[in-house]
């Protein structure tokens, strides 16, 4: 597609429930990122894929968070038994692995956990 | 570590004015590339202006400016002839060209007004 497609769009989840939220990022590139934006917040780095490496999970905030990225192109962000401090929006970035030529950005999933 | 600081939380401008957002980072490397986002209501990050910190020349995109001083760590945007379309919520960050992550700064919402 043209863009960095996120789905879904807002996700409202009861508390303790898992949720799986996804990235489909534009085609031909091959670094892909996961941020959190928490309400009135910056940007938080959760997760880095890269072609066939080791993803870079050194942002993720718990280990009810995971993410796989599979073929080298959609990813799947998976936060498990969801608590009310996740809610937030998930934004999914990709670009080419190198040069200045910026991240293009998904409109992001608003997770809301009651 | 890279951090970047965004010591305005709020602005506020009149339509047809000039208004500047301050930006300041810390980092040790030397090559490097400065970023300003901009966030409407929509959710969607849209690229405003990028630099290289090897350039010395300032970035110009049509209305949107920045002033980069790399030794003192600075990396304001000027926004000329403010339309009410400017109004959205702008982030600074810093990223390599291989790099893993961008790093944000907690952002700066601009109200411009009529």
């Known amino acids: 597609g043209a863009g960095v497609s996120q789905s879904p769009s807002n996700k409202v989840t009861e508390k303790g429930k898992d949720v799986e939220l996804r990235c489909d990022p534009i085609?031909?590139?091959?670094?892909l990122y996961w941020y959190r934006q928490s309400l009135g917040q910056g940007l938080e780095f959760l997760i880095y894929?890269?072609?066939?490496?080791?993803?870079?999970k050194s942002g993720l905030p718990s280990d009810r968070f995971s993410a796989e990225r599979t073929g080298g192109s959609v990813s799947t962000l998976t936060i498990q038994r969801t608590q009310q401090e996740d809610s937030a929006v998930y934004l999914c970035?990709?670009?080419?692995?190198?040069?200045?030529?910026?991240?293009?950005f998904g409109s992001g999933t608003r997770l809301t956990v009651v | 570590a890279q951090t970047v600081t965004q010591s305005q939380p709020e602005m506020s401008v009149q339509e047809a004015e000039t208004v500047t957002l301050s930006c300041t980072y810390d980092t040790s490397e030397n090559n490097y590339y400065l970023f300003w986002y901009k966030q409407p209501p929509s959710r969607q990050m849209i690229l405003v202006i990028r630099?290289?910190?090897?350039?010395?020349q300032n970035a110009t995109e049509n209305r949107f400016s920045v002033n980069f001083q790399k030794a003192a760590k600075s990396f304001s945007l000027k926004i000329s002839d403010s339309q009410l379309g400017d109004t959205a919520m702008y982030f600074c960050?810093?990223?390599?060209?291989?790099?893993?992550?961008?790093?944000f700064g907690a952002g700066t919402i601009l109200r411009v007004k009529s």
């Open positions: 894929f890269q072609g066939n490496s080791a993803p870079d």
């Open positions: 630099q290289e910190a090897y350039k010395q």
């Open positions: 960050a810093w990223g390599m060209e291989y790099g893993n992550k961008l790093v």
């Open positions: 970035a990709s670009r080419v692995y190198a040069g200045n030529y910026g991240y293009t």
């Open positions: 085609s031909g590139h091959t670094a």
